[in-house]
């Protein structure tokens, strides 16, 4: 007699139904497919809501929306292909209003012409723009321009000539704004460090820790 030989068959997911929802699961998926087999409707209705109850197990992160219960139900309509005969205390929901895309924000007319400097810093030139000749309006500038060498070397090289951020706030301003004659920009100080936002700080590790012993072994030396 000749032996049987057992085989093992593997399934993959690839090979399966697509979730709907795949954050509950393909076992949420039988049990909702189960219900449609329910003859009863009181029946199928009881089971549905215990369903939901699985589902909220399962996906407790759903109690931080707004409305949470109603949600829980509009998804299992939408496991069960919205064709679901139960009495549900939410009417089952139109299936567009799932495949309907949302509505772009709309965005800023004017495109950045510097982005290492940003927007703000255009609407600044503008400002100054508008203001008389005089003091204020050299100080203003002044202010600017050390403000706008600091953006610079955050994104760019680790030194600028003053003349180069100069000559950005004239084409930035379209050629409105002058820089006044003998305007100087204060020096930059040996400590001043200029990181991109998240970069360069120092970490609890052993990095972090040589960094500040480097750092308090030079101002030691400044003060001794």
């Given at each position: 007699?000749?032996?049987?030989?057992?085989?093992?068959?593997?399934?993959?997911?690839?090979?399966?139904?697509?979730?709907?929802?795949?954050?509950?699961?393909?076992?949420?998926?039988?049990?909702?497919?189960?219900?449609?087999?329910?003859?009863?409707?009181?029946?199928?209705?009881?089971?549905?809501?215990?369903?939901?109850?699985?589902?909220?197990?399962?996906?407790?992160?759903?109690?931080?929306?707004?409305?949470?219960?109603?949600?829980?139900?509009?998804?299992?309509?939408?496991?069960?292909?919205?064709?679901?005969?139960?009495?549900?205390?939410?009417?089952?929901?139109?299936?567009?209003?799932?495949?309907?895309?949302?509505?772009?924000?709309?965005?800023?007319?004017?495109?950045?012409?510097?982005?290492?400097?940003?927007?703000?810093?255009?609407?600044?030139?503008?400002?100054?723009?508008t203001?008389?000749?005089?003091e204020?309006?050299?100080?203003?500038i002044?202010?600017?321009?050390?403000?706008m060498?600091?953006?610079?070397?955050?994104?760019?090289?680790?030194?600028?000539?003053d003349?180069?951020?100069?000559?950005?706030?004239e084409?930035?301003?379209?050629?409105?704004?002058?820089?006044?004659?003998?305007?100087?920009?204060?020096?930059?100080?040996?400590?001043?460090s200029?990181?991109?936002?998240?970069?360069?700080?120092?970490?609890?590790?052993?990095?972090?820790r040589?960094?500040?012993?480097?750092?308090?072994?030079?101002?030691f030396?400044?003060?001794?």
């Open positions: 007699m000749e032996g049987k030989e057992n085989t093992i068959r593997l399934e993959y997911n690839t090979s399966r139904e697509k979730l709907g929802m795949p954050e509950y699961g393909r076992n949420v998926l039988k049990m909702v497919e189960q219900l449609r087999e329910i003859p009863d409707r009181d029946k199928r209705s009881e089971q549905a809501r215990a369903v939901v109850k699985t589902m909220e197990l399962l996906n407790p992160q759903v109690h931080q929306q707004e409305d949470f219960e109603h949600k829980l139900w509009d998804h299992l309509y939408l496991i069960a292909g919205f064709d679901l005969d139960i009495d549900s205390p939410y009417p089952c929901p139109v299936p567009e209003s799932f495949t309907t895309r949302p509505v772009p924000l709309p965005m800023k007319g004017t495109k950045i012409r510097a982005y290492h400097y940003g927007r703000n810093i255009e609407k600044i030139i503008d400002l100054i723009c203001e008389p000749e005089g204020v309006k050299t100080a203003m002044r202010s600017l321009a050390i403000y060498r600091q953006q610079y070397l955050i994104w760019n090289k680790d030194s600028v000539a003349e180069t951020i100069f000559a950005d706030i084409k930035l301003s379209g050629g409105k704004l002058r820089i006044p004659e003998g305007i100087v920009l204060s020096k930059i100080s040996e400590d001043a200029f990181n991109r936002p998240g970069a360069g700080v120092p970490s609890s590790g052993g990095q972090g040589n960094w500040n012993n480097r750092k308090n072994r030079k101002n030396k400044k003060n001794k």
